[in-house]
């Protein structure tokens, strides 16, 4: 089985800098995904880590610890159109050994970015 | 082009009554998903479903019916609705290499209502 957890909400001024933490239990490693959900939308893909480091993508940058079961989301340069949910992901084996894997969210973490 | 489309958008009706969700993605994709999300936005997987299989996570009552027509297309049917059930309905695509599942497309979402 798999087990994410990540901060509720959290609340950050624009032009901030803000760090979403995600923590996670799976058996069988397969990669981590952060997704963006506005509210009333779908989620959209942010970014996806399979090794230990950092990956940036403009204002986004996501890292990943597969040894601490760990990784965060970073916004730099915090825009308005920030505020929405991030969903921290991990694809979990659904029978051991199938070859079937599922992508399984964490609750997600409201962001709210203020002026 | 919309890549994963779903029908209809908001959806109003009484309980116990029999309803079903139309999905199609023109990606291409091998694998569809049906996620749900409820009022507290946990977004949870009820099914995956390839050409060569149908996972059905365990907790997902048996009044939900996976329905394929070929590839591009995954309907959800839902037997005597109960008001539990309301909530937003996801469908979602993804390209699977070597069994590990790629980035989910997903689609805008269905609301349900049951009253």
């Known amino acids: 089985g798999q087990n994410i957890d990540q901060p509720t909400e959290m609340t950050a001024t624009e032009g901030a800098i803000v760090q979403i933490n995600c923590t996670y239990q799976?058996?069988?490693?397969?990669?981590l995904f952060w997704y963006q959900q506005h509210a009333g939308e779908a989620p959209t893909f942010l970014s996806y880590?399979?090794?230990?480091g950092l990956e940036e993508k403009g204002r986004f940058s996501s890292f990943l610890s597969r040894s601490k079961g760990y990784s965060y989301l970073l916004l730099k340069e915090l825009q308005m159109k920030d505020s929405a949910s991030y969903l921290c992901?991990?694809?979990?084996?659904?029978?051991?050994?199938?070859?079937?894997?599922?992508?399984?969210f964490g609750k997600g973490t409201k962001l709210s970015v203020i002026p | 082009d919309t890549a994963v489309s779903q029908t209809p958008k908001y959806l109003v009706t009484q309980m116990g009554n029999d309803k079903s969700i139309k999905c199609e993605q023109n990606?291409?994709?091998?694998?569809m998903y049906w996620y749900k999300q409820d009022s507290k936005k946990f977004l949870k997987i009820m099914f995956s479903?390839?050409?060569?299989?149908?996972?059905i996570n365990e907790t997902v009552p048996n009044r939900f019916s996976p329905k394929s027509p070929d590839k591009a297309h995954l309907n959800l049917h839902i037997n005597s609705l109960e008001l539990g059930d309301s909530a937003v309905y996801f469908c979602?695509?993804?390209?699977?290499?070597?069994?590990?599942?790629?980035?989910?497309?997903f689609g805008e979402g269905s609301r349900l209502t049951v009253l």
């Open positions: 990606l291409g994709h091998d694998t």
């Open positions: 799976t058996s069988g490693f397969n990669g």
């Open positions: 880590n399979v090794l230990d």
């Open positions: 992901a991990v694809p979990w084996e659904v029978f051991s050994g199938a070859g079937s894997y599922q992508l399984t």
């Open positions: 479903y390839n050409n060569k299989e149908l996972i």
């Open positions: 979602a695509s993804s390209q699977l290499d070597r069994g590990r599942t790629g980035e989910l497309f």
